[in-house]
């Protein structure tokens, strides 16, 4: 199996001071910073767009890890692919075209990841395996931080998990809201092998020892 891999979410982070947030979880040995962009439309919240994760991107070497809560995402790809997205997950749920979607995100020469509501069933984002390196399964009604992971989707992680080994590419599966050393371990047996966590991180003045808990919690 895959690694298990770290990619804390900013949007737990302190915004007036980002470039030191985005050091302490480099220096703490994160693998991914994972970067929430809202719109106020497909989530009822708002949080940064492509200006801020251009500004950030000198600031670190982390892989950006760019989950687009938006829709449409079609008009956007290319500021992101700009501003240095190196993956970008859109939402199975965020308009009729996520082939399309998913294929210009790969021409961009970007990373594609499909994410996945807490209502969606797995079944939904069959079609479209065969054009994503990543599934983001969201464990939590996705538009806010600290919210309380829902058990409810373990047994999705498992079915994708399955779903994902047949197609025979190495998909990863990365599971976002309400990870911390408990449930990152119930995600990592269930099949996750990408733990984003906001709260869980940046709430933590020891980042290095949030990080390594994640992991501790996981299970290889
Ligand atoms: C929720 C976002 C998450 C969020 C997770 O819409 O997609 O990435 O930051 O925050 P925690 O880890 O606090 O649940
Ligand atoms: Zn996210």
Known sequence: PNAILVAPSLLAADFGRLDEELASIEAAGADWVHLDVM?????????????????????????????????????????????GAEHIHLHVEAGPNTHRSLQAVRALGIKPGIAINPATPAEMIAPVLDLVDMILVMTVNPGFGGQKFLRSQLNKIRTLRRMADETGRPIRIGVDGGIDPETAGLCTEAGADVLVAGTSVFGLPDRAAAIRSLRGGAVA
């Not at 829709?71 to 501003?83: G, Q, R």
């Open 39 to 83: 719109d106020g439309h497909f989530v009822p919240n708002l949080s940064f767009g492509a200006p801020v994760i251009k500004a950030l991107r000198p600031r670190t070497k982390l892989v950006f890890d760019v989950h687009l809560m938006i829709a449409p995402v079609d008009p956007f790809l290319d500021m992101f692919a700009e501003a």
